[in-house]
């Protein structure tokens, strides 16, 4: 049945999503800073990009708001506190949140939406949950390697790439600082989490 958008759910729900997309954006800055301080700058790197993507999705969600431009809508939600010490705990509570993200909630706006005849943001919501899909895979990796102690180490050979000059280095284990720029070990990525690798 078409709806009223003023009077709709996926108003509110538009709103629930750009809030909790703001807030993911803040958590994984905030992860960031505290990689930063454990020295794991490429993890802080991981954090970053990932928070940029939050922040897009946050934009789309408030976009498909703009009709109502000069209203307050009052929402009602559950946020994780999330403030673990360890990274490996930090990521995997972000994965937990995506995974809550890519099936269920992101799931049930679409659905509402397209029942209450919002195909865009309907779609906004399904294609958004595909993108939290690969988030919480890659924090699932990362959280992986650092339980295993494989982020800068593996038995076979490993490749990582230097996030500050591009130095790929084949290995055992990531040097204790890149032979090229000579920066510490934490800025050293597993080569597979590489954004822009190319066909190396
Ligand atoms: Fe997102
Ligand atoms: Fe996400």
Redesign the pocket.
Known sequence: MAVNFKESKTKENLMRAFAG?SQ?RNRYTIGAEKARQMKMYSIADIFVYTAD??RA??ERYYELLKSLSGDTIFIDGGYPVDQQESLAQLIRAAEHNEKE?AENVYQEFSRVAKEEGFLEAASAFSL?AE??RT?QLRFAEVAEMLEKSEYFACADTGKWICTNCGYIFEGKQAPSSCPSCHHEQGYFLPYELAPYKGNH
Request: charged residues 35%; proline residues 0%; hydrophobic residues 35%.
């Open positions: 997309e993911a993507q939050e999705h946050a993200e958004i993108v939290e988030h």
